[in-house]
């Protein structure tokens, strides 16, 4: 048998040394040796190995000593008094002479190779288990920031050896049925970068939500990442996509979201580190920017392509060098391991009334129960199983508790906080990033928590009623006819990205911008016609943005990405807006830029907004935006889709302002549909052929301007029908008539999702492609196989 080595630099390991450093510390290795040549920067340092830590247990008798302490656990003695004790010995065991000398020596050696006398280092624990490859043991143990000096490092290492029997961890191995001391504990010593004075977060090569893979989600918030991990921050959140970092010339950041970042941790002046709150100045700005995002993407994306599997790593950006390290690295083990052929969807069964608060969804599940508010973690004889813990922030103190919850609400954390990441592996609803869920929560009362209405998560009230539907992905049918989605949440987008569908037959604006931009555009560029209310609070809203028409730009193609991305390359047809008058006075600061109209259904709306003086200027925002998503991000899948174009001249007007705006048909691919929704889209139909690629049905419109119908009356509810003959035969005529001259003929609507037997008729009609909301896909999938069947008996048959 060899000598006992006790100390092995990152240099020097790689993946392969879990079973003697763990996985943390083989990971940091295995990014230092086999990726440096990717740019990647790992800081240097060293790791002990499980063979230290079992010297360290047979010097003074530790690991009899501990034997004693878990059997009397087994006897019943409380895990808590258990626990203290074990840590107690370990704390008071000195460590080994031989190891002691080692960890000094390399901590010698790492100030020689970074020319400081007492480098700062951070000192983590990373559990190993060489026979129990099914063991995890993430966030069981302790890290410390901030170590300088021999002394404080022997001192954080025992620490670091001690945290091996927290409580959390004890309780995990006995639920595990694990052999307590077949568990090692390597720790890991890395030079610290000083984002103390810039900025930390965490990357997923994955949407961490949804699973879905083609982009990567970079979280950012000011000084220590460890406010991140915590879940004691709402962070700014990046999102890049996948494809469109393949070329140089594209910008693949497709979102970006700036969070509250209310707090900080920093360097202490006594101790380690401390939280302070964040600067005002601070709090309303980006992070990280374009390009250091792009730059962490990619070693992000990298690093993925050497496991080969979706990665979940840990980023710094040294304040003093301006410079990005990757501090940590391992396996995303939570949407990867999902099964993607069968898809879980829950929906509330009643509208349900104003939620007692809302948050950040995670997970995409209903959960209920009595409000349990708790300030720390209790014994679980005292948490009630299927209890709501509601509380400010949660740590690994909490998992005991949390494995016993119907559901999770907490005031702070984003996507990426320990509450987030403890709720998805367990498969439990949490609404996180509150703001005041304890302050509103009653302890005591029935409450609703739904994570199933896209990427905000809400509280109700009250036990609300819910379904949940099972489908499996591979048993759906193939058809010739497209069935596509209806999207326009660009929040909810991603979640449905494992349906087999054909693309998106329409993303609707109005959503992006009521949720997301919330202003009248004509109020950001001319806020001179505002009263002086909507300008403070739009002055509010736009904080930051030096150029409010950009602000929309930005906003609206940040959502317009998101939706393209979700289904690329599939075509995503995207309608430009289509408010009514009424609908466009209610944004805000709109009421000086719209006219009172008897009957706004059939006012100024669609095209007729888009060349006119009175919003000619809005529009070319919107046109700025689609071309960014098309040309500067990439996705040019996008296909445009023009509303209530009444008239050619219409038409060609729309064009023309479009074409000033840098969206030329057939430029780069672009494709320019129009809704078929007028009698006289089919009555001149081959001219509206010459001027757009395709044509999309808008059947409530077609029926109402057909049979003369108000759409929204009670009273002639019973008339309104896009069965009636009028209505199927301008159908019919429009399909015969495009496809002569080559143009698709798609409709979008809500009928064929409750009708077959009007499902059907399009299918006989001839229809290209039909257009469904997504917990409807499925339904409208079978029944269009059905009506191909019927038809020629040759389901799924290429055209």
């Known amino acids: 048998m060899g000598p006992v080595e006790r100390v092995v630099p990152f240099t020097e390991l790689g993946r392969h040394d879990t079973g003697r450093v763990g996985g943390k510390n083989a990971s940091l290795g295995e990014l230092t040796n086999r990726l440096g040549a990717a740019g990647i920067r790992v800081p240097p340092g060293f790791a002990t190995t499980a063979e230290a830590y079992r010297e360290l247990l047979d010097g003074g008798d530790l690991s009899s000593r501990t034997e004693a302490q878990i059997e009397r656990l087994h006897e019943g003695a409380r895990l808590d008094e258990v626990g203290a004790a074990i840590r107690s010995l370990f704390l008071a065991e000195p460590l080994p002479a031989p190891l002691r000398d080692a960890v000094l020596t390399a901590y010698e050696r790492l100030a020689e190779e970074t020319g400081q006398e007492t480098p700062v280092v951070a000192v983590r624990s990373s559990a190993t288990a060489e026979d129990l490859p099914e063991a995890s043991f993430a966030g069981q143990q302790e890290t410390y920031l901030n170590v300088r000096g021999a002394d404080e490092l022997l001192q ?34 890395q030079l610290m970068v000083r984002s103390d004075l810039a900025g930390a977060g965490v990357a997923f090569t994955l949407d961490p939500e949804t699973g879905f893979p083609d982009v990567i989600v970079v979280s950012a918030a000011w000084g220590l990442g460890e406010t991140v991990v915590s879940g004691r921050v709402d962070p700014d959140e990046y999102t890049v996509f996948k494809p469109s970092m393949k070329d140089p010339a594209l910008d693949p950041v497709i979102d970006v979201r700036i969070g509250t970042k209310r707090l900080k941790t920093v360097y202490a002046d006594t101790g380690l580190t401390r939280t302070v709150d964040t600067p005002a100045a601070e709090r309303n700005h980006r992070v990280l920017d374009d390009t250091e995002i792009r ?77 349990v508010a708790l300030d720390a973690p ?55 990033g509150t703001g005041d869920g304890t302050k509103t929560l009653r302890d005591g009362e029935s409450v609703t928590v739904s994570c199933a209405e896209g990427e905000t998560g809400r509280v109700y009230d009250g036990l609300l009623p819910y379904e949940e539907t099972l489908t499996d992905l591979a048993e759906l049918p193939p058809t010739r006819t497209r069935v596509m989605l209806n999207l326009a949440d660009p929040s909810a987008a991603f979640r449905w990205w ?3 569908a054909d693309g998106v037959g329409l993303a609707r604006l109005e959503f992006i911008v009521a949720h997301q931009v919330k202003v009248h555009p004509m109020a950001l560029l001319h806020p001179e016609r505002l009263d002086r209310h909507d300008r403070h609070v739009i002055e509010r809203i736009t904080e930051g943005h030096l150029d409010r028409g950009q602000y929309f730009v930005d906003r609206l193609a940040h959502g317009i990405a998101r939706i393209a991305a979700s ?30 109209e008897a009957n706004p259904m059939i006012g100024w709306r669609g095209a007729s907004r888009y060349y006119s003086d009175g919003y000619r200027e809005g529009f070319a925002l919107e046109c700025r935006a689609l071309r960014r998503v098309r040309d500067v991000m990439g996705l040019t899948n996008v296909v445009v889709m023009i509303p209530f174009c009444r008239t050619l001249g219409e038409a060609d007007r729309v064009l023309a302002v479009m074409a000033e705006e840098g969206l030329v048909r057939g430029e780069n691919g672009l494709r320019v549909y129009v809704m078929a929704e007028i009698p006289a889209n089919i009555i001149l139909a081959e001219d509206f052929a010459e ?57 979008c609507g809500q009928r064929p999702s409750d009708d077959p037997a009007f499902t059907a008729l399009l299918v006989e009609a001839g229809l290209d492609s039909i257009s469904v909301a997504p917990d409807s896909f499925a339904a409208v999938k079978r029944h269009v196989a059905q009506a191909e069947e019927a038809l020629d008996g040759s389901p799924g048959r290429e055209e």
């Not at 620490?159 to 309780?171: G, H, Q, V, W």
């Not at 990757?326 to 939620?355: D, F, K, N, Y």
């Not at 119907?406 to 996507?415: L, M």
């Open 498 to 500: 494992r349906l087999p």
């Open 691 to 747: 001027r757009f690629d395709g044509f999309s049905i808008g059947s409530n419109d077609l029926t109402q301007l057909t049979l003369g119908v108000d759409r929204d009356s009670e009273a002639l509810a019973h008339v309104f029908d896009e069965r009636d003959p009028a209505v199927v035969r301008s159908i019919q005529a429009l399909a015969a008539r495009a496809h002569t001259v080559g143009r698709p003929v798609g409709l």
């Open 295 to 371: 730059a962490l993407a990619g070693w992000a994306a990298a690093v993925e392509e050497h496991y080969g599997c979706p990665m979940d790593l840990e980023w710094a950006k040294d304040g003093l060098t301006g410079e990005l390290w990757i501090v940590q690295a391992r396996p995303e083990t939570v949407q990867s391991h999902r099964r993607t052929t069968t898809l879980t969807r829950r929906r509330l069964t009643v509208t349900p009334g104003e939620p007692l608060v809302e948050g950040i969804a995670v997970g995409e599940a209903i959960g209920q129960g009595r409000v």
């Open 378 to 432: 209790v014994d679980l004889d005292r948490f009630p199983q299927g209890g709501v813990l509601v509380t400010g922030v949660t740590d690994p103190d909490w998992e005991p508790v949390m494995k016993r919850a119907a559901a999770i609400v907490t005031d702070h954390g984003g996507r990426t906080s320990h509450a987030a990441i403890v709720s998805r592996e367990l498969g439990v609803p949490a609404v996180v």
């Open 156 to 189: 954080a290492c025992t620490r670091c050896y001690a945290s091996l029997f927290t409580d959390r961890a004890i309780d995990y191995r006995e639920r595990m049925g694990f052999d307590h001391l077949s568990v090692a504990l390597s720790v890991g010593v």
């Open 567 to 596: 289904r690329w390359p599939a075509p995503v047809v995207v309608r430009t807006s289509d408010f009514k008058t009424n609908e466009y006075a209610k944004l805000l600061g709109g009421r000086p830029f719209e006219p009172d």
